[in-house]
T-cell receptor, first 112, second 114 residues
Framework: ELKVEQNPLFLSMQEGKNYTIYCNYS?????LYWYRQDPGKSLESLFV?????AVKQEGRLMASLDTKARLSTLHITAAVHDLSATYFC????????????FGDGTTLTVKP | NAGVTQTPKFRVLKTGQSMTLLCAQD?????MYWYRQDPGMGLRLIHY???????AKGEVPDGYNVSRLKKQNFLLGLESAAPSQTSVYFC?????????????FGDGTRLSIL
């Protein structure tokens, strides 16, 4: 059974600081997604990581994938208040089963 | 382009009542999913479908039934609602196969069972 663990689950940071969210998973996979959810809203896709060493960046967020370590990171650079949200990683099991397993989410609060 | 549309958006039920949540997508996606989201527990997969006429159980299927009679629609039914089913329900859809496409989510249905 595929297990996906995110840490930390809660993160409070000051504007302008950098931080990293970690997503560990338990079985082989080469397809990982990051989603963002604003309070009371739906989930929207941020990044799709499809191979070992993949790196994607958009604005102050950068995601990477290390399939050998079964680890993805979401790095936040010079945080701003608008980045406050819950971030989920989701992993496909690699069996073309058509379903992903989600982590529990990291709730990020950026304070002025 | 509406994407994934869920109805209703809010509903309050009494214990033992039944209801159906509707999910419709206009992206011609093969795969569709129903999740529930509870505080501190992330998203848990209830049922999913890999194509018209097919359904499969997810992580927490008990107390729910689903049907996919048309490719664009995925229905989630609660036959006898229980307070433990109070949650936010999300529907999602995606393309088939090993593509690089993420899931697309609806806005959610907030369901309270009294």
């Amino acid at each position: 059974e595929l297990k996906v663990e995110q840490n930390p689950l809660f993160l409070s940071m000051q504007e302008g600081k950098n931080y990293t969210i970690y997503c560990n998973y338990s079985t082989t996979s080469d397809r990982l997604y990051w989603y963002r959810q604003d309070p009371g809203k739906s989930l929207e896709s941020l990044f799709v990581l499809l191979s070992n060493g993949a790196v994607k960046q958009e604005g102050r967020l950068m995601a990477s994938l290390d399939t050998k370590a079964r680890l993805s990171t979401l790095h936040i650079t010079a945080a701003v208040h608008d980045l406050s949200a819950t971030y989920f990683c989701a992993v496909d099991p690699g069996t073309n089963a058509g379903k992903s397993t989600f982590g529990d989410g990291t709730t990020l609060t950026v304070k002025p | 382009n509406a994407g994934v549309t869920q109805t209703p958006k809010f509903r309050v039920l009494k214990t033992g009542q039944s209801m159906t949540l509707l999910c419709a997508q206009d992206m011609n996606h093969e795969y569709m999913y129903w999740y529930r989201q509870d505080p501190g527990m992330g998203l848990r997969l209830i049922h999913y479908s890999v194509g018209e006429g097919t359904t499969a159980k997810g992580e927490v299927p008990d107390g729910y039934n689903v049907s996919r009679l048309k490719k664009q629609n995925f229905l989630l039914g609660l036959e006898s609602a229980a307070p433990s089913q109070t949650s936010v329900y999300f529907c999602a859809s995606s393309y088939w196969g090993r593509t690089n496409q993420p899931q697309h989510f609806g806005d959610g249905t907030r369901l309270s069972i009294l």
